[in-house]
Nanobody
Framework: QVQLVESGGGLVQAGGSLRLSCAAS????????MGWYRQAPGKQRDLVAA???????NTADSVKGRFTISRDNAKNTVYLQMNSLKSEDTAVYYC?????????WGQGTQVTVSS
């Protein structure tokens, strides 16, 4: 069974940094296209970054230049390095495949950026 467990969130001041981790089991992040998604309360869940099998990445315009997605195949873990954080980045962050699979959604990890 696929399980994706997000961690690394927390409270950070605007301009600060966090690194989120997504520990995967039941699939290989080296093969799947993986994405980070975020959802603020009452808002749609949106893809913010993705990395494909070949290592190519895409980032949403709202985070371009600030967020970097990466993976460690040996650890079967996907990361999201978040720099220059803004209040608008406050959300619950999730990982999933891209396209996402409903059964794979986990609890996410809360990121709160204070200003």
């Amino acid at each position: 069974q696929v399980q994706l467990v997000e961690s690394g969130g927390g409270l950070v001041q605007a301009g600060g940094s966090l690194r989120l981790s997504c520990a995967a089991s039941g699939l290989f992040v080296s093969i799947a296209t993986m994405g980070w998604y975020r959802q603020a309360p009452g808002k749609q869940r949106d893809l913010v970054a993705a990395i494909n099998r070949g290592g190519s990445t895409n980032t949403a315009d709202s985070v371009k230049g600030r967020f970097t997605i990466s993976r460690d195949n040996a650890k079967n873990t996907v990361y999201l390095q978040m720099n220059s954080l803004k209040s608008e980045d406050t959300a619950v962050y999730y990982c999933n495949t891209n396209p996402s699979v409903k059964a794979y959604w986990g609890q996410g990890t809360q990121v709160t950026v204070s200003s």
